[in-house]
């Protein structure tokens, strides 16, 4: 009896999981709120407790001859320890980037989205577009010296698995949400004479642990090839 109890407890860190994602998704709650509170703060205690008793519930199962519940056991800690590490890297990247879900190669002339995605921007409630900021926010970002031609800006944007939006001369624009939370953020290539920048704004205004300085980069590296 003891090791069933165990087993319970050792899946309420991966059930509390699957539901904060799943709440999130199908507007139950925020994704903030299914990512940071569920996801970081409960799951966190959770897949500890789970873990201990996913390895206290092996030893009891096994020792009474319950094989089945000692193998489930087994595998109730080794996922919860995946999920520890997974949740104490969002930790720690939330806790060494800057609070900020933007990034630019050029802040002291930003680049801007098109009219329609601005519109679509407020129409969402997303966030201001930040008139500063600083380099140190992505390190390695940087204009890339050059003018890219429209063909190169959409590649760039397919490289990086984003949702080509929409390609002219002098801009290309793309959209990507996260797998599990579906943080959205929207992109923008503009290309001028002698120099090709890019911004990634993300939706929600909230620290998304340096998401939007990892497309940043991603876009910029696909341009610089």
Do not use: H, K
């Not at 991966?14 to 409960?42: C, D, H, K, M, Q």
Request: charged share 15%; with cysteine; hydrophobic share 50%.
């Amino acid at each position: 009896m003891a090791s069933r109890a165990l087993l319970i407890v050792a899946l309420l860190g991966p059930l509390a999981l699957v539901l904060g994602v799943f709440g999130a998704r199908f507007g139950v709650w925020s994704a903030e709120f299914g990512y940071r509170t569920i996801g970081l703060n409960a799951v966190l205690v959770l897949s500890i407790l789970g873990g201990l008793a996913g390895a206290g519930g092996a030893v009891i199962a096994w020792r009474g001859g319950q094989r089945v519940i000692g193998l489930a056991l087994v595998a109730a800690l080794i996922v919860n320890v995946v999920i520890y590490l997974w949740v104490a890297q969002e930790r720690n990247d939330l806790a060494t980037n800057p609070p900020v879900s933007q990034a630019a190669s050029d802040w002291a002339d930003r680049p801007g989205f098109s009219s329609e995605i601005m519109a679509e921007r407020r129409g969402a409630g997303a966030q201001p577009l930040l008139t500063q900021g600083d380099a140190e926010w992505c390190p390695g970002l940087a204009t890339v010296p050059r003018q890219a031609a429209p063909e190169e800006a959409r590649a760039a944007l397919e490289a990086a698995n984003l949702q080509v939006l929409g390609v002219s001369p002098f801009r290309a624009e793309g959209r990507t949400s996260s797998f599990w939370y579906g943080f959205e953020q929207d992109v923008v290539i503009r290309i001028r004479p002698g120099a090709t920048d890019v911004l990634v704004a993300g939706r929600e205004d909230r620290a998304d642990g340096g998401a939007a300085c990892r497309t940043a980069l991603a876009v910029a590296e696909a341009l610089a090839e």
